[in-house]
């Protein structure tokens, strides 16, 4: 079982940043490939970015953030980083972490997921 606590949202005027950070109870968090998926009010929730595990070497993003955000991971913290700069007025959503066995960006092969944190961009 492993518990993911997500932190750093807030609201931020458009084109500002925020870091979005998610702590893993598992001593075992190097092991899994990390997610950020978000879902916005009356929206499916939707895929934003992934990190291979390990060493996370490996990166993938939504084309809508690509440019944009930066997913990483510190294993020594079991800790996985969300940065996200020029944010935009659609950006706004509850903002979810969640960990899987394998690399991808499907929702349902995720197995564990945090509570979410709000992210609100003003226009």
């Known amino acids: 079982q492993v518990q993911l606590v997500e932190s750093g949202g807030g609201l931020v005027q458009a084109g500002g940043s925020l870091r979005l950070s998610c702590v893993a109870s598992?001593?075992?968090?190097?092991?899994?490939?990390m997610g950020w998926f978000r879902q916005a009010p009356g929206k499916e929730r939707e895929f934003v970015a992934r990190?291979?595990?390990?060493?996370?070497?490996?990166?993938y993003y939504a084309d809508s953030v690509k440019g944009r955000f930066t997913v990483s991971r510190d294993n020594a913290k079991n800790t996985v980083y969300l940065q996200m700069n020029s944010l935009k007025p659609e950006d706004t959503a509850v903002y979810y972490c969640?960990?899987?066995?394998?690399?991808?960006?499907?929702?349902?092969?995720?197995?564990?997921w945090g509570q979410g944190t709000q992210v609100t961009v003003s226009s």
């Open positions: 969640a960990a899987s066995s394998i690399a991808t960006t499907l929702i349902r092969l995720y197995d564990y």
């Open positions: 598992a001593s075992t968090f190097g092991s899994y490939h």
């Open positions: 990190i291979s595990s390990w060493s996370g070497g490996s990166t």
